[in-house]
């Protein structure tokens, strides 16, 4: 409930304050497990990505987050779950391997970082779909979150690793997910 709130809130706060439009929310899975990989470039940009899907997402966030009294309340309830930067988490891992074995969405940042000019994704979100079965749908947003701004949110061709002849390994696919990602912030940037 505080979810679908929040949501419709988000929706109009956004699209107001930033001119947020979504596009191709139609390609989105409409049930099925999902890793949902995007660019990361503002606190925003967990809300911003599911502010126009019909579908609940669950965001690996970093633990950090989660000592921040109130905010922990609010990302808890809202379906966030920790994750230790740098190292092997397992409990985030099992946790986002049961999320997906319910058919549910897991939201990641492959890299890792709002930082990054250029990139590199870490190996996680291709592990989680290799071993849930899970598809991928990358996602760019683009823009600055600026008053009266441009932003989009783009979602991209569902990639679904079992399909790839032979299979994709968690190295190729990794390497997909990011440059899946650069081309719909290109073509988005030049629309």
């Known amino acids: ?9 988000a929706r109009i706060v956004f699209s107001l304050a930033f001119g947020l439009k979504a596009i191709g929310v139609e390609r989105f899975p409409k049930d099925g497990p999902v890793v949902l990989c995007s660019n990361h470039v503002s606190y925003w940009d967990p809300p911003v990505l599911g502010t126009f899907l019909d579908r609940r997402i669950h965001f690996m966030a ?3 987050l989660f000592r921040v009294p109130g905010l922990a309340w609010l990302i808890v309830r809202l379906g966030a ?8 988490s397992k409990d985030s891992i099992r946790r986002a391997l049961d999320l997906l074995a319910e058919g549910r969405v897991v939201g990641i940042f492959p890299a890792g970082t ?5 990139p590199v994704g870490k190996r996680g979100a291709a592990m989680l779909a290799v071993r849930s079965g899970a598809v991928v749908v990358p996602a760019a947003i683009v ?11 783009v979602y991209g061709e569902p990639i679904d690793p079992a399909r790839e002849d032979g299979g994709l390994s968690e190295e190729r696919l990794t390497e997909r ?5 650069e081309q719909l912030k290109k073509s988005a940037a030049a629309d």
């Open 62 to 64: 970093k633990e950090e």
């Open 81 to 88: 779950f920790p994750v230790r930067r740098g190292g092997v």
């Open 177 to 181: 997910i990011m440059q899946a990602i």
């Open 143 to 153: 823009g600055r979150y600026s008053p009266f701004g441009r932003l989009r949110v």
């Open 114 to 118: 709002r930082k990054a000019d250029h």
């Open 1 to 9: 409930m505080l979810y679908a709130i929040l949501q419709k809130v």
